[in-house]
Structure formats: C-alpha cells, structure tokens
C-alpha cells in the first residue's frame, strides 16, 4: 500500500510539470514558425488534463501492466 501512496505523491508532483513542459513544448512550436491556435491558457489546461492522465497512470501503473499483459496474450 505504501508504493501506491508514493507514486500517487509522484504523480502530484508530476502534474504540474507535465503542463508546464507541454505549455513550452506548444511555446517552441510558436517560435518555430507555427501558428497558435488556441491561448496560453488553454494550453495549460490541456497539459494539466495530460497530467493528470500521467498521474493516473503512474499511480496504477502495475494494474495497467497485468491488464495490457493478459489482453496482449504474454
């Protein structure tokens, strides 16, 4: 129980790193010529929701791995 309370405490961490690397991410395709889109904000959005995602799965990720192992046939 104490490994899932750590990676649930990573993935805390992780979120907002995660919005913030996918913020510069979307930040340097601007720089490199492309044309924005949508706002700053809702790039962040976006990446939080990513995040979040990130969170989950790190949290649950042993679960995910039995699971993908038996629907895959390993």
């Known amino acids: 129980m104490k490994f899932y309370i750590r990676r649930a405490v990573a993935g805390v961490i992780a979120v907002p790193v995660v919005a913030g690397l996918y913020t510069f991410a979307?930040?340097?395709l601007?720089?490199?010529g492309g044309e924005p889109t949508v706002s700053s904000?809702?790039?962040?959005?976006?990446g939080l929701w990513l995040g979040g995602l990130v969170a989950v799965m790190?949290?649950?990720?042993?679960q995910v791995s039995k699971f993908l192992n038996r629907v895959v046939g390993e």
């Not at 904000?41 to 976006?46: A, K, L, T």
């Not at 790190?58 to 042993?62: G, R």
């Open 41 to 46: 904000e809702e790039v962040f959005n976006n």
């Open 30 to 32: 601007i720089i490199a």
């Open 26 to 28: 979307y930040l340097w």
């Open 58 to 62: 790190l949290t649950f990720s042993p």
